[in-house]
């Protein structure tokens, strides 16, 4: 094979990126010689990412690409990057540690990790450059996955790195971002966000974040145009297509809102895009767009956890060529790029997503071990003992979890279903279903997270039972709501009443609420559980449970002002 | 400025403390502008304050103790 890049079809000074990264032009890049337009787009990536002189020295990076070429077991890419150096200062383990997060857990990523990068001495600069590398890594596992090119001469096999202490104690904390603030805006004018106007008809957050470096802007923005926009193979819809699928395999709330948009915009009803997100076998694709999104689905979930060889003969069976196929691959290559850039950075979605994805989306045949929602490992849970004594037998140990809970379960469900005799009755129920079920806890979150999850679907379904034709999970939908008391309160409202009417105006305030509300406010207040904690138990996001804390607070409040409005003249209690 | 719109979209993390600074400042300076945003805001955390501390929803003391000895009984009943 070549390695001449003008034999690949390409203009003197072309590929110059890849040459001036790995000092040759690597066969993951020659395998797609067919399709001279993607190596040039991903050319471009690794120029502006791995070439270029940036915060990160290329020791670094190249650091990271070889952690990430580990979680996804790619021996092709593992001997490509093995001549990088191993995490030598503490500063550099931090760094490695993050990858190896974002890489093989990219939903969970939250500002906690990013946090510590900086408290490593991590400017955002810096950060930002270890998410573009990770996600690079991604992009060049992914090709290396579906064209499984032959090793170059220049390289030689590699054994796996053992980064079982480095990866040692991961927190599977979920938290909103955006994660880095730049400080600079760039110009309306930007030439990218022409691009992405004219394209798309807004320019996506995810790029407006990376302004620190408007270089990798126009570097992202050349490989879509090399990769996504031209329509002489595949079509500009079917990659759409590809997008949202991989996009939904990767759980990435954020491309699937934006995706479902543009593809809106194309002009495929938006009834199409959520079976694409739920299930493409259902919708109206034609058989050879099925197998498209089957085979790239597939690609793009390849990892260390499934390695599923992928099935290009399926593909020329249904009529694709080589090129499209190659293209295709890059399309999924450049996708897996960009939905770990978002993850790594925490951008927010561009519009309200009509699909959230949540803990409860992970694939459950998953046997190795993944990620939880709740940020307390088993080891720190205060009743691990009690649910192990249990678990193996000791059913009497279960006395001390239901002393220790009762309360909480009954805080609960009171807030739930409303009605206090019902809670009363109810909280035996939940007891024992979770001693029932204790066998299939398995400590990823707390035992009380797992507790009051029983308990909020014990009293939805008391509730439900109750008041059929109440709809219990509404979406949040904006209703207009705004603050309409808005007159000072007293100084010491607890003191304008006596304890016993508090309470009553307190329960009955609450009991008001609408349920999704109310139950938000219940476990975040009453039941002092984190935000996160609160999520989890819920398996909602954290932007939208902390959306509705926010509302459930400012609707209470709306009833409890008349009773400690300050009277005028007065100076408080 | 912050409008007091773009104010309430933010108040939750205002209220959380997971504001960055650079937002939390714009909150802030938004906040000493604005007499109704400190109403809100101060009657908002004086809500919280009153639920946190109310017991509306606390099982009475006396009251756990029999639905541990029921829970137990039963399960001691479903293992015989």
């Known amino acids: ?573 | 400025m912050l409008s007091c719109a773009d104010f309430l979209a933010e108040f939750g993390e205002y209220l959380e403390n997971t504001a960055n600074p650079g937002l939390r400042a714009r909150l802030e300076e938004h906040l000493r502008q604005c007499k109704v945003c400190q109403v809100i805001v101060d009657s908002t955390k004086k809500t919280i304050k009153i639920v946190t501390d109310s017991d509306s929803f606390t099982l009475p003391a006396d009251e756990v103790e029999p639905i541990v000895q029921s829970v137990m009984a039963r399960i001691r009943d479903k293992k015989v």
């Open chain 1, 1 to 573: 094979m070549s390695k001449d890049p003008a034999a690949l079809g390409l203009a003197p000074g072309e590929c110059t990126g890849v040459i001036a990264a790995y000092g040759f032009v690597p066969n993951v890049f020659l395998a797609q010689k067919d399709v001279p337009r993607v190596i040039s787009a991903e050319d471009q990536l690794v120029d502006a990412i791995l070439a270029r002189d940036s915060v990160l020295t290329r020791e670094q990076k190249l650091m990271l690409l070889r952690g990430v070429s580990h979680v996804l077991a790619s021996e092709y890419c593992l001997a490509l990057h093995a001549q990088s150096p191993r995490a030598c200062t503490e500063q550099d383990a931090v760094l490695l540690r993050f990858a190896l997060k974002l890489a093989g857990h990219a939903p969970w990523i939250s500002a906690k990790d990013v946090e510590g990068l900086r408290q490593a001495g991590f400017d955002d600069a810096a950060i930002l450059e270890a998410v573009v590398t990770t996600a690079l890594g991604q992009l060049l596992c992914t090709l290396a996955k579906a064209l499984v090119p032959p090793l170059d001469a220049e390289l030689t096999s590699t054994v796996p790195d053992d980064f079982s202490e480095i990866r040692e104690g991961f927190n599977y904390a979920e938290t909103s971002g955006p994660y880095l603030w730049p400080q600079n805006q760039l110009a309306n004018d930007f030439p990218p966000f022409t691009f992405f106007r004219e394209q798309y008809g807004f320019v996506p957050n995810l790029y407006r974040g990376q302004a620190l470096r408007p270089d990798l802007i126009e570097a992202e923005v050349r490989a879509l145009e090399g990769i996504l926009i031209p329509e002489d193979l595949l079509s500009r819809i079917q990659k759409e297509q590809v997008v949202l699928a991989i996009s939904a395999a990767n759980l990435n709330t954020y491309y699937v809102a934006m995706r479902r948009q543009i593809l809106s915009a194309l002009g495929v009803s938006l009834e199409e895009c959520d079976q694409i997100v739920e299930d493409h076998q259902q919708s109206s694709l034609s058989p050879a767009d099925k197998s498209l999104l089957d085979g790239t689905r597939n690609l793009a979930r390849s990892s260390g956890y499934r390695s599923e060889a992928f099935d290009s003969e399926r593909l020329r069976s249904q009529g694709f060529t080589h090129a499209q196929i190659v293209e295709g691959v890059a399309m999924v290559a450049l996708t897996n790029f960009l939905n770990t850039l978002q993850s790594g950075l925490g951008t927010v979605p561009d519009f309200p997503p009509h699909r959230v994805f949540t803990p409860k989306d992970l694939y459950p045949e998953l046997n190795q071990a993944r990620p939880t929602t709740d940020a307390s490992r088993a080891e720190d849970d205060p009743d691990s003992v009690l649910v192990a004594r249990v678990q193996s037998g000791d059913a009497e140990a279960f006395e001390d979890l239901v002393r220790r809970h009762s309360r909480r379960v009954f805080g609960v469900l009171s807030g739930v279903v409303g009605n206090i005799d019902d809670a009363r009755d109810a909280t035996q129920d939940v007891f024992l279903k979770a001693f029932e079920h204790i066998g299939t806890f398995q400590g990823r979150s707390k035992f009380s997270t797992w507790l009051t999850s029983i308990a909020i679907n014990t009293g939805t379904e008391l509730l439900r039972r109750r008041r059929p034709t109440e709809i219990l999970d509404e979406s949040d939908v904006d209703e207009g709501f705004r603050p309409r008391q808005i007159q000072s309160w007293t100084d010491n409202p607890e003191q304008v009443l006596a304890a016993s009417q508090l309470r009553d105006l307190v329960r009955e305030g609450v009991l008001r609420l609408p349920q999704r509300y109310r139950t938000a406010l219940i476990l975040r207040d009453l039941n002092q559980l984190s935000t996160e904690e609160a999520a989890a138990a819920l398996g909602l996001s954290i932007p939208a449970m902390k959306a509705r804390i926010l509302r459930g607070r400012l609707m209470l409040r709306e009833s409890l002002a008349p009773h400690f409005i300050r009277e005028k003249g007065s100076s408080g209690a």
